[in-house]
């Protein structure tokens, strides 16, 4: 299924605080702060990821940050402008414009470089080491991979680890509801169903070559104990 995710960090929960009726509902006001929460957190954490590498401008920041998340998770200009203004706020990042001519050309605008600075770096490091569930949720687990070669590697195990775990559940979950809507679906319900179930499988059978490569290679890099082969005298000591 083909989505669209709003990440704006602004204007979310008053969309849907009030029913058809005019009702104030205050559960999923706070609960859709909580998620607005949460996909700012993961929009702050692509842009922080991207410009850890190299500065750049708006645009080619909004495009890289596009190829980090998806093409189903694309992001506006109006989602991304108020996280980079938030960011800039909080000196996380900062804004340059290199090459400024003595003279602009009238009705042009020199194109604004954004660049991390030391504050964002630490707040990155701070995300990354991030390892509990929001890592490994639907919405967070794809920046959070796509920033692994930036994770130390215990990090990234238990984020794997976590992802498996919750689709392990949701094959459960999956499996239970088959068995007992089975005799009332049609049979493109039935396929439909049955494509998600094995589309969660192929993504635990991939997760499962992951974890095994992530622990050989922890094995592989850990140091190993001295020998005491050549130390050990007491084999060849004669018997007096």
């Not at 708006?58 to 093409?71: C, I, P, Q, S």
């Not at 090459?99 to 660049?115: D, E, M, T």
């Not at 600075?117 to 701070?126: F, W």
């Not at 794997?160 to 049979?187: H, I, N, P, Q, S």
Request: hydrophobic share 35%; net charge positive.
């Amino acid at each position: 299924m083909m989505y669209r995710t709003d990440t704006s960090i602004r204007g979310t929960c008053s969309r849907i605080i009030v029913n058809r009726d005019g009702r104030d509902i205050r559960g999923r006001e706070e609960a859709a702060a909580v998620v607005s929460g949460h996909r700012s957190g993961v929009l702050e954490l692509a842009v922080l990821g991207v410009l850890h590498e190299t500065p750049m401008h708006g645009y080619e920041l909004r495009k890289r940050v596009n190829a980090l998340l998806g093409t189903f998770r694309a992001f506006g200009y109006g989602s991304l402008y108020p996280c980079l203004k938030d960011l800039l706020a909080h000196g996380l990042i900062a804004e340059d414009q290199p090459g400024i001519p003595a003279k602009p050309l009238a009705g042009r605008r020199s194109k604004i470089v954004y660049r991390l600075t030391a504050d964002g770096k630490e707040r990155l490091e701070q995300l990354l080491a991030e390892s509990g569930p929001a890592a490994w949720e639907d919405d967070g687990f794809g920046v959070r991979f796509a920033l692994f070669g930036q994770t130390k590697a215990d990090i990234r195990l238990r984020i794997l680890e976590g992802r498996r775990t919750r689709l392990e559940e949701r094959l459960d979950a999956f499996r239970a509801a088959m068995a007992r809507t089975r005799e009332r679906l049609d049979r493109y319900t039935l396929e439909l169903h049955r494509h998600g179930l094995e589309s969660v499988e192929r993504e635990v059978r991939w997760l499962n070559e992951l974890i095994a490569s992530e622990r050989e290679s922890s094995a592989r890099s850990a140091p190993r104990p001295p020998s005491n082969a050549g130390n050990d005298t007491s084999a060849g000591t004669p018997a007096s």
